[in-house]
């Protein structure tokens, strides 16, 4: 968990420095992002071609459709697997459905365009801080409690920006990117 925190915690700032060149570009160009994003995924693509297959691998034998049923059998037979399963479809929903609702609401909000950028980089930025500190806050509330709390902060704060409209909302934002970030 440390390990994959410190990991995700690079991607976090790489997404909040775009960000804010992101909506810097916007101002100018809704068209120029579009390119520019362009740009970076071939600029990815490109990397991605430098990618070897290690050669300690074992191929398996059984076929993919006869590993998906076993999945799904030991999904239904390990009460703490479909837990765990359910716990991260649910959180998961609440995250990705929000997700779209940002840009809207920080509109909404009065936000200017130029500021988007911005805010979103503060998000990405709280979320290392949520990333690097996931492991050290599970040590101390343990795993279950600390899956409850994710659970019972993404609805609060989902309901909250849903019933009453205000600026504050992108403060409940922030707590819904380092939920993100823990639960991942």
């Known amino acids: ?108 909000a009065g936000l200017a365009l130029a500021l988007f950028g911005v805010v979103w980089a503060s998000f990405n930025l709280f979320a290392i801080f949520g990333s690097k500190s996931a492991n050290k806050l599970e040590k101390i509330l343990g795993e279950k409690k600390s899956l409850y709390l994710i659970a019972i902060s993404m609805a609060i704060t989902t309901f909250f920006m849903g019933s009453y409209f205000a600026i504050i909302g992108i403060g409940l934002i922030l707590i819904q990117q380092f939920i993100r970030v823990f639960n991942a």
């Open 1 to 108: 968990k440390r390990i994959m925190g410190n990991a995700k915690s690079f991607m976090y700032l790489a997404v909040a420095i775009s960000s804010i060149i992101g909506s810097l570009v916007a101002v100018y160009s809704m068209r120029a992002t579009f390119w520019l994003s362009i740009l970076a995924l071939a600029f990815m693509f490109l990397i991605s071609l430098s990618f070897h297959e290690p050669k300690n691998y074992e191929k398996t034998k059984k076929s993919y459709h006869k590993h998906i049923i076993e999945s799904f059998k030991q999904a239904f037979h390990n009460k703490e697997l479909l837990f765990l399963l359910l716990f991260y479809a649910f959180v998961n929903l609440f995250a990705r459905i929000n997700l779209w609702f940002y840009q809207p609401y920080m509109k909404d």
